[in-house]
């Protein structure tokens, strides 16, 4: 085996070049001519010296002349396919099949053989389904309209002919409707609020209502309304917004706030019906208290407080009244009368 020395390859046995570059060989004997051997079955024939060469040599292994590389059986049968497409007669501007395979729906190319579109799955053997379309909307009728001066110049219709009465309708006289009969609506004594005639107490200032005042409230045309008597005199609460006044139970401790049935909770002086609940009176407000004939107010901590001649007073502490004074529960202003 003989080693070339330019690029080390290993040749075999009587190459007098190297195959690979084509460097001559050194030789270990007195080279003497040497008769190239016969060209086996399936070898590349040397241009040079005519030898055989195992194929996919580069150079002859005994005269160093370059070989031709060998065509591939594959790139053989390519050529001689494309030829004979050549050869056949296709119309101008035509595709290969694998070209013109497309998808329906998305127009994405897909392959030969499949049956979906690898992009948005659409059947690649069924036509796609025509696109729907939209009736167009009919087009509006074009009303004519008149030019200025035809409406200008435009007769105005003749008045219809006046329609005279029959005589038979003109002797009958029409009958007027009968005159409405006046309801008298029953009110409070104490407010002048309307009230039912079977309410026993007034809803706006809670006044008693007793059965003559509800009777002489009721409606009755034929009599005139007699006015209530003045309720009598006694300890009470002046609302100064309405003018109604709240009596004062005989009790020594009288509760004052909003009444609330779900909480149990029903004040002596229930200032609801008077703008308690807009005006920020607590359900358990104030106390008022009575001894000795004398009157106090104390403020059970509620959240809007309580004032008597508008100074605020300290929760839980006692502040003496006297007749006259104006005390506020919230926003609800009253007056306290003794």
């Known amino acids: 085996m003989a080693v070339c020395p330019k690029c080390g390859n290993k040749t075999g046995e009587g190459a007098v070049f190297c195959d690979r570059c084509g460097t001559p060989l050194p030789k270990a004997e007195p080279a003497t001519p040497q008769a190239a051997p016969a060209p086996a079955s399936g070898s590349v024939i040397c241009p040079g010296c005519g030898a055989g060469n195992v ?77 729907e379309t939209v009736p167009e909307p009919a087009p509006e009728p074009v009303v004519p309209v008149a030019p200025p001066e035809a409406v200008a110049t435009a007769v105005p219709p003749e008045p219809a002919p006046p329609v005279e009465p029959h005589p038979a309708v003109e002797a009958v006289a029409p009958t007027p409707p009968p005159a409405p009969v006046p309801v008298a609506v029953p009110t409070c004594p104490a407010c002048g609020a309307e009230v039912e005639p079977v309410d026993r107490f007034c809803s706006n200032c809670g006044a008693v ?60 002086v229930d200032l609801t019906p008077h703008g308690g609940e807009d005006g920020g009176v607590s359900r358990r407000h104030a106390h008022i208290l009575i001894e000795g004939g004398n009157y106090f107010i104390e403020d059970l901590n509620s959240t809007n407080s309580t004032s008597v001649n508008k100074q605020r007073l300290t929760p839980r502490t006692r502040q003496p009244l006297k007749d006259g004074d104006e005390i506020r529960f919230g926003r609800v202003a009253l007056i306290l009368k003794i």
């Open 55 to 131: 194929p996919g040599e580069a150079f002859c292994d005994f005269c160093g002349s370059p070989l031709e590389a060998p065509v591939p059986a594959a790139a053989a049968a390519t050529a001689t396919a494309t030829e004979v497409a050549q050869a056949v007669e296709e119309p101008a501007g035509a595709l290969p099949a694998e070209a013109t395979l497309t998808c329906p729906a998305c127009g994405a190319k897909a392959m030969p053989g499949e049956a979906f579109c690898a992009d948005c799955g659409a059947s690649l053997a069924q036509p796609p389904m025509p696109p």
């Open 209 to 268: 209502l007793t059965p003559a005042q509800a009777q002489a409230a009721a409606p009755a045309p034929a009599e005139p309304v007699m006015a209530p008597p003045p309720p009598s005199a006694g300890p009470r609460l002046v609302v100064v917004a309405s003018g109604a006044e709240i009596l004062l139970a005989a009790k020594d401790e009288l509760l004052v706030g909003r009444e609330d049935p779900v909480s149990g909770v029903f004040p002596d």
